[in-house]
T-cell receptor, first 112, second 113 residues
């Protein structure tokens, strides 16, 4: 059974204070690892897909990396508008290769 | 273009009543998914549609839950005889095909009193 564990559960940063969120996963075969951002009262917003170990993707202050066991979402010089819950999900390459298995998320708060 | 839409955005109901939740996918998206997000929990997969057939209903929590889809368009998730543990956010997502990035709607927040 696919499993995703995100840490920390909550992270509070000062504006400009860089940090990383972790997503550890167990899957029989990885088709893709997804990062989403979720604001209160809204649905998840797609950020990145990573497909193979060593892959990196960037978008503004966010950079996602992938190894065979985990993914990191690095946030450089965050701003208050980066405050949200960040969700990690995996899609396996087997018979259930259409559904996502999600972690519980990391609640990020960036104080001005 | 228009994204995934869901209605109602909020629903309060009494225990034992039936509710219907609606999802309008992005136009042209053949695959549609329902997930449930309970407080403090990760999103849980409920059901997947490819066109109007549902190859995987394995995530539906009980026989009180059912879903249907009309063609490659609207889907309805029905919960019969609601229970308090059904209180959650129900999210719908769609993709052009089954293995592409899933784009989510805003969700329906269901509260069962």
């Amino acid at each position: 059974e696919d499993q995703v564990t995100q840490s920390p559960e909550a992270l509070r940063l000062q504006e400009g204070e860089s940090s990383s969120l972790n997503c550890s996963y167990t899957v029989s075969g990885l088709r893709g690892l997804f990062w989403y951002r979720q604001d209160p009262g809204k649905g998840p917003e797609f950020l990145f897909t990573l497909y193979s170990a060593g892959e990196e993707k960037e978008k503004e202050r966010l950079k996602a990396t992938l190894t065979k066991k985990e993914s990191f979402l690095h946030i450089t010089a965050p701003k208050p508008e980066d405050s949200a819950t960040y969700l990690c999900a995996v899609q396996d390459s087997g018979g259930s290769n259409y559904k996502l298995t999600f972690g519980k998320g990391t609640l990020l708060t960036v104080n001005p | 273009g228009a994204g995934v839409s869901q209605s109602p955005s909020n629903k309060v109901t009494e225990k034992g009543k039936d509710v219907e939740l609606r999802c309008d996918p992005i136009s042209g998206h053949t695959a549609l998914y329902w997930y449930r997000q309970r407080l403090g929990q990760g999103l849980e997969f409920l059901i997947y549609f490819q066109g109007n057939s549902a190859p995987d209903k394995s995530g539906l929590p009980s026989d009180r839950f059912s879903a249907e889809r009309t063609g490659e368009s609207v889907s309805t998730l029905t919960i019969q005889r609601t229970q308090q543990e059904d209180s959650a956010v129900y999210l719908c997502a769609s993709t052009p095909s089954s293995q592409e990035t899933q784009y989510f709607g805003p969700g329906t927040r269901l509260l069962v009193l």
